[in-house]
């Protein structure tokens, strides 16, 4: 817009903005002759134009008006300094400079604070008078050069310490801890059972007869730690019983694996090979561990809260049911022992049973 503007005022030697208008064949709207007045303003500022009538412009040698306008403000400068106070009718009549140019000149030395703000209430009017700002003195340039030696010696002071950081060796952080997944109960199963086996196959060897040669010497003592007759090899007994056959043979340089309680009842389907984790067994114990608490409940007429009560003051947990097995049964036993003693007081020891 400006480029169109500026070469239709070069074509037309002077125009105003309804001329240019006219002259670009641009609808003539409010708008459209606001926007014109504005490109028309920033060309003058820029030295492109000059103004010779109220919105009238003319193109000008660029050169000679920036050696003008360069002459007329630092007479305006000059002036300014020698009378000390100036209106800005006095700096437009001294300088042979437009208001508006002399308006824009004084309110950029205001803002680059080498001119005091007006001393009218209207910064606007032609009354308003502007004077420089005065030179400051002595003390204040002795402070202004020691609050220069204060920083730079902040400066200093932070380089060093930047410089020790960087040649510092890095400090050892500790690792994250990252949270193991719980084993797999199948694997554990496994190496527990592959640890039993080759205990009893030694022990059995160590005696003088080996279990390949003779299985059915070592039958009763199957039957005897299975608790039934239909357990015929040892692959079939659980991880529990295999723990309690090694220990028949006491052995003093083996160590007798240990089998967490809730691979008690784990044992090696001998068809399939499949393993059993966390058998029905121990899961039906443990069912049947919590129906005999609900029962001494009921017999006590103590409400549920009572056992979550136990749990949190003994073991810390909030609920009975998230006790482990063995956290459990000593809970029954308590409450059966309690149940007793209750009962003992109650109906004396004329009870057998209570004796």
């Given at each position: 817009m400006d480029q169109n503007v500026w070469k239709a005022v070069e074509t037309l030697g002077t125009a105003s903005a309804s001329e240019v208008i006219a002259h670009l064949r641009l609808p003539?709207?409010?708008?459209?002759?606001?926007t014109v007045r504005v490109a028309l303003f920033q060309l003058y500022f820029s030295c492109m134009l000059r103004r010779i009538g109220i919105g009238v412009y003319a193109v000008?040698?660029?050169?000679?008006?920036?050696?003008?306008?360069?002459?007329?403000?630092?007479?305006?400068?000059k002036m300014l300094r020698m009378r000390n106070r100036m209106t800005l009718d006095d700096l437009q009549e001294l300088t042979d400079m437009n208001?508006?140019?002399?308006?824009?000149w004084c309110r950029i030395q205001v803002r680059?604070?080498?001119v005091q703000d007006p001393c009218a209430p209207d910064a606007n009017a032609a009354s308003a008078s502007y004077a420089p700002v005065p030179a400051r003195g002595s003390a204040s340039i002795k402070r202004l050069k020691q609050d220069m030696l204060r920083h730079i010696q902040r400066a200093e002071q932070l380089l060093e310490a930047y410089r020790v950081l960087l040649e510092s060796p890095a400090p050892s952080l500790p690792l994250p801890t990252v949270s193991k997944p719980p084993p797999d109960p199948a694997l554990a199963a496994e190496a527990i059972y592959a640890q039993q086996t080759k205990i009893l196959y030694r022990a059995m060897a160590l005696s003088g007869r080996p279990y390949e040669v003779h299985k059915t010497f070592w039958k009763p003592l199957i039957h005897r730690v299975s608790g039934t007759e239909s357990a015929i090899d040892i692959s079939e007994l659980t991880l529990g019983q295999r723990h309690r056959m090694i220990a028949h043979f006491s052995l003093p340089d083996t160590e007798n694996p240990e089998v967490p309680l809730h691979l008690n009842h784990w044992k090696k389907n001998s068809e399939t090979g499949s393993t059993q984790a966390y058998s029905n067994g121990a899961t039906h114990t443990r069912q049947a561990c919590m129906e005999k608490i609900e029962a001494i409940l009921a017999d006590m007429k103590h409400p549920r809260s009572y056992v979550d009560s136990m749990a949190q003051q003994?073991?810390?947990v909030d609920k009975v049911e998230d006790l482990s097995y063995a956290n459990l049964i000593r809970i029954m036993q308590a409450l059966y022992h309690q149940n007793r003693k209750r009962k003992k007081e109650t109906q004396g020891v004329t009870d057998p049973a209570l004796q």
């Open positions: 003539d709207t409010p708008a459209q002759r606001e000008v040698d660029r050169k000679e008006e920036l050696e003008g306008r360069k002459s007329r403000r630092m007479a305006m400068w208001r508006d140019e002399a308006l824009t680059n604070g080498l003994y073991y810390g």
